[in-house]
Protein backbone atom coordinates (compact mmCIF):
# COMPACT_ATOMS: atom_id res chain seq x y z
CA UNK A 1 0.00 0.00 0.00
CA UNK A 2 1.94 3.60 -1.34
CA UNK A 3 1.52 7.03 0.85
CA UNK A 4 -1.13 8.13 -1.65
CA UNK A 5 -3.29 4.60 -0.50
CA UNK A 6 -3.18 5.13 2.52
CA UNK A 7 -4.33 8.76 2.89
CA UNK A 8 -6.91 7.80 0.47
CA UNK A 9 -8.38 4.57 2.66
CA UNK A 10 -7.50 7.80 6.03
CA UNK A 11 -10.04 10.06 4.56
CA UNK A 12 -12.61 7.58 3.03
CA UNK A 13 -12.99 5.93 6.92
CA UNK A 14 -13.68 9.01 8.34
CA UNK A 15 -10.81 9.08 11.43
CA UNK A 16 -9.40 12.62 10.30
CA UNK A 17 -5.89 13.72 9.14
CA UNK A 18 -2.31 12.00 9.41
CA UNK A 19 -0.53 13.26 12.11
CA UNK A 20 -3.49 13.83 14.81
CA UNK A 21 -3.24 10.91 17.13
CA UNK A 22 -5.41 8.44 17.21
CA UNK A 23 -6.48 8.85 20.54
CA UNK A 24 -7.61 12.95 19.39
CA UNK A 25 -9.91 11.89 17.02
CA UNK A 26 -11.59 9.56 19.11
CA UNK A 27 -12.18 12.41 21.57
CA UNK A 28 -13.24 15.15 18.95
CA UNK A 29 -14.21 13.01 15.92
CA UNK A 30 -15.11 14.50 12.94
CA UNK A 31 -15.31 17.74 12.22
CA UNK A 32 -15.28 21.09 14.27
CA UNK A 33 -17.69 22.56 15.94
CA UNK A 34 -20.06 25.06 14.50
CA UNK A 35 -17.75 28.01 16.45
CA UNK A 36 -14.99 27.32 14.77
CA UNK A 37 -12.68 29.33 13.48
CA UNK A 38 -12.33 29.64 9.47
CA UNK A 39 -8.85 30.53 9.87
CA UNK A 40 -5.93 32.72 11.37
CA UNK A 41 -6.21 36.45 10.27
CA UNK A 42 -2.77 38.20 9.91
CA UNK A 43 -1.06 39.66 13.29
CA UNK A 44 -3.67 37.77 15.06
CA UNK A 45 -2.38 37.62 18.72
CA UNK A 46 -3.29 34.69 20.61
CA UNK A 47 -2.76 34.05 24.41
CA UNK A 48 -2.80 31.22 26.77
CA UNK A 49 -4.20 31.35 29.99
CA UNK A 50 -4.32 29.23 32.87
CA UNK A 51 -2.07 28.00 35.94
CA UNK A 52 0.75 25.67 35.94
CA UNK A 53 -0.49 23.24 32.87
CA UNK A 54 -0.13 26.82 30.96
CA UNK A 55 2.63 28.05 32.75
CA UNK A 56 5.10 24.95 32.43
CA UNK A 57 8.35 27.00 33.47
CA UNK A 58 7.82 30.12 31.03
CA UNK A 59 10.29 32.83 31.77
CA UNK A 60 8.41 35.56 33.70
CA UNK A 61 11.46 38.40 31.90
CA UNK A 62 10.20 37.11 28.57
CA UNK A 63 6.36 37.64 28.50
CA UNK A 64 6.15 40.40 25.88
CA UNK A 65 8.84 38.75 23.26
CA UNK A 66 5.69 37.45 21.40
CA UNK A 67 6.82 33.76 20.41
CA UNK A 68 10.07 33.37 22.13
CA UNK A 69 10.34 29.64 23.18
CA UNK A 70 11.52 30.78 26.72
CA UNK A 71 8.47 32.24 27.21
CA UNK A 72 5.95 30.12 25.87
CA UNK A 73 7.74 27.41 28.82
CA UNK A 74 7.73 23.68 28.01
CA UNK A 75 4.02 22.54 27.35
CA UNK A 76 1.16 22.08 25.21
CA UNK A 77 1.22 25.97 24.80
CA UNK A 78 4.93 25.94 23.09
CA UNK A 79 4.10 22.36 20.80
CA UNK A 80 0.88 24.47 19.91
CA UNK A 81 3.05 27.59 19.03
CA UNK A 82 5.00 25.39 17.62
CA UNK A 83 2.66 24.20 15.09
CA UNK A 84 0.74 26.87 14.55
CA UNK A 85 4.17 29.01 13.78
CA UNK A 86 5.32 26.46 11.47
CA UNK A 87 2.12 26.60 9.49
CA UNK A 88 1.37 29.90 9.05
CA UNK A 89 4.95 31.71 8.65
CA UNK A 90 2.65 34.27 6.37
CA UNK A 91 0.51 35.29 8.84
CA UNK A 92 3.03 37.27 11.72
CA UNK A 93 1.18 35.56 14.72
CA UNK A 94 2.01 37.09 18.31
CA UNK A 95 1.66 34.40 20.35
CA UNK A 96 2.13 34.94 24.22
CA UNK A 97 1.54 32.00 27.21
CA UNK A 98 0.57 34.02 30.44
CA UNK A 99 -0.18 30.85 32.52
CA UNK A 100 0.88 31.06 36.71
CA UNK A 101 1.17 27.93 38.21
CA UNK A 102 -0.93 27.73 41.30
CA UNK A 103 -3.90 29.97 39.87
CA UNK A 104 -7.16 29.62 40.63
CA UNK A 105 -9.93 31.84 38.44
CA UNK A 106 -10.06 34.19 41.54
CA UNK A 107 -6.53 35.42 40.22
CA UNK A 108 -6.45 35.82 36.88
CA UNK A 109 -9.92 38.23 37.54
CA UNK A 110 -7.04 39.67 39.92
CA UNK A 111 -4.31 40.04 37.05
CA UNK A 112 -6.93 40.47 33.82
CA UNK A 113 -6.24 44.15 33.27
CA UNK A 114 -2.46 43.45 32.72
CA UNK A 115 -2.77 39.45 31.17
CA UNK A 116 -5.14 39.57 28.75
CA UNK A 117 -6.72 42.99 28.28
CA UNK A 118 -4.27 44.70 27.30
CA UNK A 119 -3.03 42.17 25.00
CA UNK A 120 -6.35 42.50 23.13
CA UNK A 121 -5.97 39.19 22.00
CA UNK A 122 -7.39 37.93 18.75
CA UNK A 123 -7.40 34.39 20.56
CA UNK A 124 -8.13 33.92 24.33
CA UNK A 125 -7.47 30.02 24.87
CA UNK A 126 -8.28 29.97 29.27
CA UNK A 127 -7.70 26.93 31.17
CA UNK A 128 -8.62 26.93 34.76
CA UNK A 129 -9.86 24.81 37.51
CA UNK A 130 -7.93 22.01 38.72
CA UNK A 131 -6.16 24.82 41.65
CA UNK A 132 -10.05 25.91 42.50
CA UNK A 133 -10.38 22.22 43.77
CA UNK A 134 -7.11 20.84 45.17
CA UNK A 135 -6.34 23.90 47.42
CA UNK A 136 -9.67 23.61 48.74
CA UNK A 137 -9.17 20.03 49.56
CA UNK A 138 -5.71 20.55 50.88
CA UNK A 139 -7.45 23.55 53.13
CA UNK A 140 -5.46 26.41 51.49
CA UNK A 141 -8.63 27.99 49.82
CA UNK A 142 -12.52 28.04 50.71
CA UNK A 143 -14.10 27.90 47.30
CA UNK A 144 -16.32 25.36 45.95
CA UNK A 145 -17.49 24.47 42.61
CA UNK A 146 -20.60 26.95 43.09
CA UNK A 147 -17.25 29.91 43.68
CA UNK A 148 -15.61 28.55 40.56
CA UNK A 149 -18.56 28.55 38.79
CA UNK A 150 -19.96 32.27 39.50
CA UNK A 151 -15.80 33.35 39.47
CA UNK A 152 -15.57 31.90 35.67
CA UNK A 153 -18.84 33.02 34.60
CA UNK A 154 -18.05 36.46 35.65
CA UNK A 155 -14.47 36.41 34.09
CA UNK A 156 -15.81 35.41 30.71
CA UNK A 157 -19.07 37.77 30.88
CA UNK A 158 -16.75 40.99 31.22
CA UNK A 159 -14.33 40.12 28.69
CA UNK A 160 -16.92 39.30 26.43
CA UNK A 161 -17.79 42.84 26.92
CA UNK A 162 -14.21 44.30 26.94
CA UNK A 163 -12.87 42.65 24.11
CA UNK A 164 -16.35 41.81 22.07
CA UNK A 165 -14.29 40.85 18.25
CA UNK A 166 -12.42 37.95 20.70
CA UNK A 167 -12.44 34.29 20.46
CA UNK A 168 -12.57 32.81 23.58
CA UNK A 169 -11.65 29.07 23.85
CA UNK A 170 -12.47 27.46 27.15
CA UNK A 171 -10.35 24.17 28.17
CA UNK A 172 -11.99 21.67 30.52
CA UNK A 173 -10.15 20.99 33.44
CA UNK A 174 -9.11 17.40 33.81
CA UNK A 175 -7.57 14.37 35.84
CA UNK A 176 -5.27 11.75 34.80
CA UNK A 177 -7.07 8.78 36.52
CA UNK A 178 -4.65 6.77 39.00
CA UNK A 179 -2.18 9.98 39.04
CA UNK A 180 0.34 9.80 41.98
CA UNK A 181 -0.90 12.94 43.49
CA UNK A 182 -4.55 12.38 43.39
CA UNK A 183 -6.76 9.63 45.87
CA UNK A 184 -9.96 8.46 45.13
CA UNK A 185 -12.29 10.98 45.83
CA UNK A 186 -11.13 12.91 42.62
CA UNK A 187 -12.71 11.88 40.52
CA UNK A 188 -16.47 11.75 41.23
CA UNK A 189 -15.30 15.31 42.95
CA UNK A 190 -13.94 16.93 40.31
CA UNK A 191 -16.92 16.19 37.93
CA UNK A 192 -18.77 19.12 39.26
CA UNK A 193 -15.41 21.38 37.64
CA UNK A 194 -15.82 20.17 34.33
CA UNK A 195 -19.61 20.41 34.32
CA UNK A 196 -19.37 23.77 35.19
CA UNK A 197 -16.61 24.46 32.57
CA UNK A 198 -18.42 22.74 29.80
CA UNK A 199 -21.87 24.80 30.56
CA UNK A 200 -20.50 28.15 30.92
CA UNK A 201 -18.61 26.91 26.91
CA UNK A 202 -22.12 25.97 25.98
CA UNK A 203 -24.23 29.40 27.28
CA UNK A 204 -21.50 31.73 25.90
CA UNK A 205 -21.06 30.02 23.03
CA UNK A 206 -17.01 29.65 23.38
CA UNK A 207 -15.15 27.01 21.67
CA UNK A 208 -15.06 23.85 24.04
CA UNK A 209 -11.73 21.74 24.10
CA UNK A 210 -12.73 18.24 26.05
CA UNK A 211 -9.76 17.38 27.28
CA UNK A 212 -10.92 14.94 29.84
CA UNK A 213 -12.16 13.32 27.25
CA UNK A 214 -9.14 13.20 25.44
CA UNK A 215 -7.11 12.01 28.39
CA UNK A 216 -9.96 9.10 28.69
CA UNK A 217 -9.05 7.67 25.51
CA UNK A 218 -5.33 7.91 26.04
CA UNK A 219 -5.71 6.14 29.39
CA UNK A 220 -7.12 3.00 27.20
CA UNK A 221 -3.80 2.85 25.49
CA UNK A 222 -1.33 3.78 27.75
CA UNK A 223 -0.68 3.96 31.72
CA UNK A 224 -1.24 6.60 33.56
CA UNK A 225 3.16 7.20 33.77
CA UNK A 226 3.25 7.95 30.35
CA UNK A 227 1.03 10.41 29.92
CA UNK A 228 1.42 12.21 33.37
CA UNK A 229 2.98 10.88 36.42
CA UNK A 230 1.13 13.21 38.90
CA UNK A 231 -2.39 12.98 37.39
CA UNK A 232 -2.47 16.70 37.03
CA UNK A 233 0.76 18.00 35.22
CA UNK A 234 1.00 15.76 31.52
CA UNK A 235 4.28 14.38 30.38
CA UNK A 236 5.37 15.76 27.26
CA UNK A 237 3.33 12.93 25.34
CA UNK A 238 0.42 13.99 27.27
CA UNK A 239 0.99 17.92 26.82
CA UNK A 240 1.03 17.32 22.66
CA UNK A 241 -1.93 15.34 22.72
CA UNK A 242 -3.39 18.35 24.17
CA UNK A 243 -1.91 20.39 21.54
CA UNK A 244 -3.50 18.26 18.75
CA UNK A 245 -6.75 18.46 20.73
CA UNK A 246 -6.80 22.41 20.67
CA UNK A 247 -5.94 22.61 17.25
CA UNK A 248 -8.59 20.07 15.87
CA UNK A 249 -11.03 21.73 18.20
CA UNK A 250 -10.18 25.36 16.87
CA UNK A 251 -9.02 25.67 14.14
CA UNK B 1 -16.90 23.39 2.93
CA UNK B 2 -17.21 20.97 5.37
CA UNK B 3 -13.47 19.23 6.98
CA UNK B 4 -14.49 16.12 5.03
CA UNK B 5 -14.59 18.05 2.17
CA UNK B 6 -11.47 19.71 2.53
CA UNK B 7 -9.87 16.53 3.28
CA UNK B 8 -10.83 15.08 0.33
CA UNK B 9 -9.71 17.88 -1.47
CA UNK B 10 -6.35 17.64 0.04
CA UNK B 11 -5.64 13.93 -0.74
CA UNK B 12 -6.96 14.52 -4.39
CA UNK B 13 -4.40 17.44 -4.95
CA UNK B 14 -1.94 15.16 -3.52
CA UNK B 15 -0.36 17.98 -1.45
CA UNK B 16 0.07 15.08 1.49
CA UNK B 17 -1.49 15.46 4.98
CA UNK B 18 -3.16 18.08 7.26
CA UNK B 19 -0.33 19.61 10.03
CA UNK B 20 2.09 19.22 7.57
CA UNK B 21 4.00 22.44 6.88
CA UNK B 22 2.93 23.33 3.35
CA UNK B 23 7.41 23.90 3.59
CA UNK B 24 7.68 20.76 4.65
CA UNK B 25 5.38 19.48 1.53
CA UNK B 26 7.64 21.65 -0.57
CA UNK B 27 10.55 20.01 0.37
CA UNK B 28 9.76 16.61 0.44
CA UNK B 29 6.97 16.19 -2.47
CA UNK B 30 4.90 13.39 -2.44
CA UNK B 31 6.06 9.88 -0.93
CA UNK B 32 8.46 8.59 1.11
CA UNK B 33 11.65 7.36 -0.33
CA UNK B 34 11.67 3.62 -1.10
CA UNK B 35 14.23 3.50 2.21
CA UNK B 36 11.11 4.46 4.20
CA UNK B 37 10.46 2.74 7.25
CA UNK B 38 6.86 0.58 7.52
CA UNK B 39 6.35 1.49 11.12
CA UNK B 40 7.66 1.30 14.27
CA UNK B 41 8.29 -1.49 15.75
CA UNK B 42 7.09 -2.47 19.79
CA UNK B 43 9.94 -1.45 22.21
CA UNK B 44 11.99 0.25 19.57
CA UNK B 45 14.85 2.28 20.13
CA UNK B 46 15.27 5.70 18.65
CA UNK B 47 18.66 7.72 18.91
CA UNK B 48 19.18 11.55 18.02
CA UNK B 49 22.84 12.30 17.88
CA UNK B 50 24.71 15.53 16.62
CA UNK B 51 26.00 18.53 18.17
CA UNK B 52 24.40 21.67 19.39
CA UNK B 53 21.46 21.92 16.84
CA UNK B 54 20.67 18.59 18.59
CA UNK B 55 21.92 18.98 22.13
CA UNK B 56 19.23 22.41 22.74
CA UNK B 57 19.95 21.97 26.26
CA UNK B 58 19.11 18.51 26.91
CA UNK B 59 20.38 17.71 31.25
CA UNK B 60 22.89 15.08 31.18
CA UNK B 61 21.82 13.95 34.54
CA UNK B 62 18.76 12.58 32.73
CA UNK B 63 20.62 10.91 30.04
CA UNK B 64 19.67 7.42 30.88
CA UNK B 65 16.01 8.39 31.54
CA UNK B 66 14.21 7.50 27.99
CA UNK B 67 11.50 9.78 26.67
CA UNK B 68 11.88 12.11 29.62
CA UNK B 69 11.21 15.85 28.15
CA UNK B 70 14.47 16.85 30.01
CA UNK B 71 16.58 14.73 28.30
CA UNK B 72 15.25 15.32 25.06
CA UNK B 73 16.34 19.38 25.35
CA UNK B 74 13.95 21.82 23.57
CA UNK B 75 14.23 21.18 19.48
CA UNK B 76 13.60 19.52 17.08
CA UNK B 77 14.65 15.99 19.27
CA UNK B 78 11.61 17.37 21.59
CA UNK B 79 9.71 17.86 19.18
CA UNK B 80 9.25 15.15 17.15
CA UNK B 81 9.51 12.67 20.48
CA UNK B 82 6.12 14.52 21.41
CA UNK B 83 4.89 13.44 18.31
CA UNK B 84 6.00 9.84 18.35
CA UNK B 85 4.81 9.15 22.13
CA UNK B 86 1.68 10.31 21.50
CA UNK B 87 0.89 8.62 18.10
CA UNK B 88 2.38 5.43 19.14
CA UNK B 89 1.15 5.08 22.66
CA UNK B 90 1.40 0.97 22.33
CA UNK B 91 5.10 0.74 21.22
CA UNK B 92 6.54 1.36 24.05
CA UNK B 93 9.38 3.47 22.48
CA UNK B 94 12.42 4.24 23.98
CA UNK B 95 13.65 7.67 22.79
CA UNK B 96 17.14 9.45 23.47
CA UNK B 97 18.88 12.84 22.98
CA UNK B 98 22.63 12.19 22.99
CA UNK B 99 23.89 15.29 21.09
CA UNK B 100 26.43 17.74 22.08
CA UNK B 101 27.14 21.40 21.25
CA UNK B 102 30.10 21.72 19.36
CA UNK B 103 30.77 17.96 18.25
CA UNK B 104 32.38 17.37 15.02
CA UNK B 105 32.34 13.97 13.38
CA UNK B 106 35.43 13.02 14.98
CA UNK B 107 34.43 13.96 18.10
CA UNK B 108 30.58 11.53 17.72
CA UNK B 109 33.39 8.58 16.90
CA UNK B 110 35.21 9.18 20.10
CA UNK B 111 32.04 8.66 22.05
CA UNK B 112 30.26 6.22 19.75
CA UNK B 113 30.59 3.31 22.10
CA UNK B 114 29.14 4.60 25.40
CA UNK B 115 26.43 7.40 23.31
CA UNK B 116 25.37 4.84 20.23
CA UNK B 117 26.28 1.19 20.20
CA UNK B 118 25.72 0.49 23.83
CA UNK B 119 21.82 2.22 23.38
CA UNK B 120 21.85 -0.41 20.18
CA UNK B 121 19.54 1.73 18.59
CA UNK B 122 16.34 0.50 16.21
CA UNK B 123 16.59 4.23 14.39
CA UNK B 124 19.53 6.34 14.67
CA UNK B 125 19.36 9.89 12.95
CA UNK B 126 22.42 11.90 13.22
CA UNK B 127 22.80 15.64 12.13
CA UNK B 128 26.57 16.53 12.20
CA UNK B 129 28.88 19.04 10.14
CA UNK B 130 27.92 22.50 11.15
CA UNK B 131 30.95 22.47 13.19
CA UNK B 132 33.07 20.77 11.01
CA UNK B 133 33.27 23.89 8.92
CA UNK B 134 32.17 26.77 11.10
CA UNK B 135 35.82 25.44 13.93
CA UNK B 136 38.21 24.64 10.95
CA UNK B 137 36.80 28.52 10.03
CA UNK B 138 37.41 29.84 12.76
CA UNK B 139 40.76 28.65 13.10
CA UNK B 140 39.74 26.16 16.11
CA UNK B 141 39.97 23.17 13.82
CA UNK B 142 41.95 21.95 11.32
CA UNK B 143 39.47 19.55 9.63
CA UNK B 144 38.25 19.91 6.03
CA UNK B 145 35.56 19.15 3.93
CA UNK B 146 38.07 15.92 2.83
CA UNK B 147 38.28 14.99 6.61
CA UNK B 148 34.49 15.46 7.24
CA UNK B 149 33.63 13.06 4.26
CA UNK B 150 36.65 10.63 5.72
CA UNK B 151 35.42 10.99 9.22
CA UNK B 152 31.77 10.54 8.28
CA UNK B 153 32.06 7.70 5.98
CA UNK B 154 34.03 5.63 8.96
CA UNK B 155 31.31 6.45 11.01
CA UNK B 156 28.65 4.97 9.44
CA UNK B 157 30.43 2.31 7.76
CA UNK B 158 31.60 1.13 11.26
CA UNK B 159 27.79 1.56 12.74
CA UNK B 160 26.78 -0.72 10.05
CA UNK B 161 28.88 -3.43 11.02
CA UNK B 162 28.67 -3.44 14.86
CA UNK B 163 24.97 -2.78 14.00
CA UNK B 164 23.31 -4.38 11.22
CA UNK B 165 19.91 -4.33 12.18
CA UNK B 166 19.54 -0.69 12.87
CA UNK B 167 18.00 1.96 10.36
CA UNK B 168 20.06 5.20 10.29
CA UNK B 169 19.24 8.52 8.95
CA UNK B 170 21.18 10.66 8.24
CA UNK B 171 20.46 14.37 8.29
CA UNK B 172 21.60 17.02 5.81
CA UNK B 173 23.82 19.78 7.92
CA UNK B 174 22.53 23.22 6.59
CA UNK B 175 22.43 26.98 6.90
CA UNK B 176 19.88 29.83 6.92
CA UNK B 177 20.90 31.98 4.68
CA UNK B 178 21.52 35.44 6.29
CA UNK B 179 21.42 34.54 9.59
CA UNK B 180 23.99 36.75 11.92
CA UNK B 181 26.35 34.39 13.08
CA UNK B 182 27.34 34.21 8.93
CA UNK B 183 28.79 35.85 6.28
CA UNK B 184 28.68 35.78 2.71
CA UNK B 185 31.44 32.78 2.44
CA UNK B 186 29.22 30.33 4.09
CA UNK B 187 26.75 29.76 1.67
CA UNK B 188 28.95 28.59 -1.32
CA UNK B 189 31.37 26.83 1.22
CA UNK B 190 29.32 25.22 3.23
CA UNK B 191 27.80 23.46 0.42
CA UNK B 192 30.47 21.01 0.02
CA UNK B 193 29.85 19.51 3.32
CA UNK B 194 26.14 19.02 2.30
CA UNK B 195 26.64 17.51 -0.99
CA UNK B 196 29.35 14.44 0.67
CA UNK B 197 26.58 14.00 3.68
CA UNK B 198 24.07 13.34 0.84
CA UNK B 199 26.67 11.30 -1.23
CA UNK B 200 27.35 9.56 2.24
CA UNK B 201 23.37 8.71 2.65
CA UNK B 202 22.64 7.39 -0.78
CA UNK B 203 26.25 5.34 -0.96
CA UNK B 204 24.85 3.94 2.22
CA UNK B 205 21.47 3.51 1.32
CA UNK B 206 20.78 5.32 4.24
CA UNK B 207 17.12 7.63 4.92
CA UNK B 208 18.38 11.12 4.16
CA UNK B 209 16.27 13.99 5.53
CA UNK B 210 16.66 17.53 3.39
CA UNK B 211 16.43 19.50 5.86
CA UNK B 212 18.47 22.87 3.53
CA UNK B 213 15.72 22.50 1.11
CA UNK B 214 13.69 22.99 3.88
CA UNK B 215 15.05 25.37 5.08
CA UNK B 216 15.27 27.06 1.70
CA UNK B 217 11.57 26.68 1.05
CA UNK B 218 10.93 28.23 4.71
CA UNK B 219 12.96 31.39 3.71
CA UNK B 220 11.00 32.24 0.56
CA UNK B 221 7.56 32.69 3.69
CA UNK B 222 9.41 34.64 6.40
CA UNK B 223 12.95 36.18 7.07
CA UNK B 224 15.75 34.20 8.82
CA UNK B 225 14.85 35.67 12.67
CA UNK B 226 11.76 33.67 12.61
CA UNK B 227 13.53 30.37 11.78
CA UNK B 228 16.59 30.74 13.34
CA UNK B 229 18.24 34.33 13.92
CA UNK B 230 21.94 33.23 14.12
CA UNK B 231 21.50 31.16 10.91
CA UNK B 232 22.53 27.72 12.49
CA UNK B 233 19.91 27.39 15.67
CA UNK B 234 16.62 27.44 14.08
CA UNK B 235 13.91 28.87 16.41
CA UNK B 236 10.89 26.78 17.83
CA UNK B 237 9.20 27.42 14.21
CA UNK B 238 12.50 26.10 12.80
CA UNK B 239 12.16 23.28 15.02
CA UNK B 240 8.94 22.67 14.33
CA UNK B 241 9.89 22.44 10.32
CA UNK B 242 13.24 19.69 10.84
CA UNK B 243 10.61 17.55 13.26
CA UNK B 244 7.81 17.14 10.89
CA UNK B 245 10.93 17.00 7.91
CA UNK B 246 12.30 13.93 9.57
CA UNK B 247 9.10 12.53 10.32
CA UNK B 248 7.87 12.84 6.61
CA UNK B 249 10.86 11.39 5.36
CA UNK B 250 11.72 8.93 8.12
CA UNK B 251 7.97 7.40 8.69
Known sequence: MNRRNFFKKTVIAGTGAILIPEIV???IP???????FAGLKKDAVILFQGDSITDTGR???DENNANAQSMLGNGYVMLTAASLLANNPLESLKIYNRGISGNKVFQLQERWEKDCLSLQPDILSILIGVNDYWHMKGGKYEGDIAKYNADLRDLISSTKKEL???KIVLCEPFILAGGA???STWESEFAGYRDAAKQIARDFNLIFVPFQKVFNEALKKAPVDYWGRDGVHPSLAGAELMSQAWLKAVL
Open 181 to 183: ALD
Open 25 to 27: NAA
Open 59 to 61: KRE
Open 164 to 166: PGT
Open 30 to 36: GTNSENA
